[in-house]
């Protein structure tokens, strides 16, 4: 094993340790609209990853903005996956999802995140996703 793989190795195990949140990533479904009743039927999920991550804040201040003459407050996080992570059939891609299922931190269990984009390196320690919650 030469140096870099090494120092590569013992980084993915940091990384692994601090995976404290249980996550599921998910594509949600298109879901169907029926006109004459008014009704959409949601259309099922595709599950791309469930089990542990790193949820961590980007910083503690979020952005007010306007989206469809609601106020919300835009708050940027990094997920980060263990490097040994089940490759997903798909890559994630921006309006798939993360909750938050379990964490040593109560106040972060139901937490929602939207995906914005996704880190790709063969020198990373983890796989980092950005997200952000939308509340």
Wanted: proline letters at 9%; glycine letters at 8%; aromatic letters at 6%.
């Amino acid at each position: 094993m030469s140096a870099l793989e090494a120092l590569l190795a013992a980084g993915r195990a940091a990384a692994t340790r601090l995976a404290r949140e249980t996550v599921a990533l998910y594509r949600p479904g298109a879901g169907d609209f029926d006109w004459s009743t008014g009704v959409t039927t949601p259309a099922p999920s595709a599950a791309l990853y469930s089990g542990p991550a790193r949820v961590k804040p980007l910083t503690a201040e979020g952005r007010e903005v306007n989206a469809g003459e609601q106020p919300l407050t835009l708050s940027r996080f990094t997920v980060s996956l263990p490097w040994t992570a089940p490759v997903p059939s798909v890559r994630p891609r921006p309006g798939d999802v993360v909750d938050v299922l379990a964490s040593p931190d109560a106040r972060m269990v139901g937490l929602r995140l939207w995906v914005t984009g996704a880190e790709y390196s063969s020198t990373a320690t983890a796989w980092r996703i950005s997200a952000e919650d939308r509340s």
